[in-house]
């Protein structure tokens, strides 16, 4: 893990400008040791397979008895790298806040770089979701009432699956409620691409331009995309709020749901900050109830 640790730190600090150094350095703090602790009320499903790999794995957080249960997936981030299901900022809060209160929490891995760039991890999230669904009804959860949830490089992820659901109905899933896109910098690849840019992109985007344009979640929107809320960072120097607004902007032109939530966090506090007591977490879980029958009934406490 700490060798993990050195080697996100040097990729991250391999950047074009002085100022996104600092961005570098909250991002490196993302790949920690920590893990998460057990949350009273909630039980634990660790390393359940959806696919052939050692990657494709994923946990399930139940209340004690879930019944009808609707369900968050999580994705983590980490550069398209780095990162685990089981980091403590990924879902200690989200588990804490919400499954006590009824719902099942899935935190989900995926195959990374070097193995897969980002559009096959995008396909990989795709088939986690398809075998969720599936397996929901064992868990006492509802596979229609689900909230995709991402963060970082996994907001990418999350991003592209919902401006394009048909790379989950693909895999054998189906439509999903909504979607939160925890601060990504990622939703306009050709843009990115085309002018200076984090060196981390290169090797999970690659130099083709239809590739590009494949992984870019802001030219995959269409009127079909999934509803989403899209937080993002407004004190980091990379500006992610531009590239949220100009996302929300265009899934807006197409008659999809979209809203912009900017806050006033770090990269790493944008996702651990999640679950938390607070507006932040408030303006989540408006989201949610309004998208998702089931998660509007265990916030309303019923």
């Not at 790949?31 to 057990?38: F, I, K």
């Not at 550069?79 to 200690?92: I, T």
């Not at 986690?128 to 929901?136: G, K, S, V």
């Not at 679950?275 to 029958?293: D, V």
Request: glycine content about 8%; some cysteine.
């Amino acid at each position: 893990m700490r060798r993990l640790i050195h080697q996100l730190t040097m990729t991250l600090l391999l950047l074009t400008t002085p100022a996104l150094h600092a961005v570098a350095a909250d991002w490196a703090v993302e790949a920690t040791t920590e893990r998460y602790s057990m949350t009273p009320g909630a039980r634990r499903i660790a390393d359940l397979h959806y696919g052939p790999s050692a990657a494709e794995t994923y946990d399930v957080y139940l209340p004690q008895t879930p019944q009808q249960a609707p369900l968050l997936v999580m994705v983590h981030g980490g550069a398209w790298r780095h990162g685990d299901k089981a980091m403590r900022p990924v879902v200690q809060h989200k588990v804490a806040r919400w499954v006590p209160r009824g719902a099942v929490v899935v935190s989900i891995n995926y195959p990374m770089l070097p193995q897969a760039m980002a559009f096959e991890q995008a396909q990989a999230v795709a088939r986690a979701i398809a075998a969720i669904q599936r397996r929901a009804g064992e868990w006492g959860a509802e596979g229609e009432q689900v909230i995709l949830m991402g963060h970082s490089a996994g907001a990418h992820l999350v991003a592209l699956l919902s401006a394009n659901p048909a790379l989950v109905t693909a895999a054998g899933g189906q439509r999903w409620r909504g979607t939160v896109v925890l601060d990504s910098a990622a939703l306009d690849i050709v843009t990115t691409m085309q002018r200076r840019h984090y060196r981390f992109y290169d090797p999970a985007f690659g130099s083709d331009p239809a590739y590009w344009r494949q992984a870019s979640p802001l030219l995959q929107l269409s009127r079909l995309s999934i509803p989403m809320l899209v937080s993002c960072s407004n004190r980091r120097p990379d500006r992610p709020c531009d590239g949220a607004e100009a996302f929300v902007h265009r899934a807006r032109e197409l008659g999809v749901a979209a809203t912009v939530l900017p806050q006033p966090f770090s990269h790493r506090g944008m996702n651990e900050q999640v679950g938390e007591a607070g507006a932040y977490t408030e303006a989540i879980e408006a989201f949610m109830a309004k998208t998702a029958l089931g998660w509007r009934r265990i916030l309303a406490g019923r």
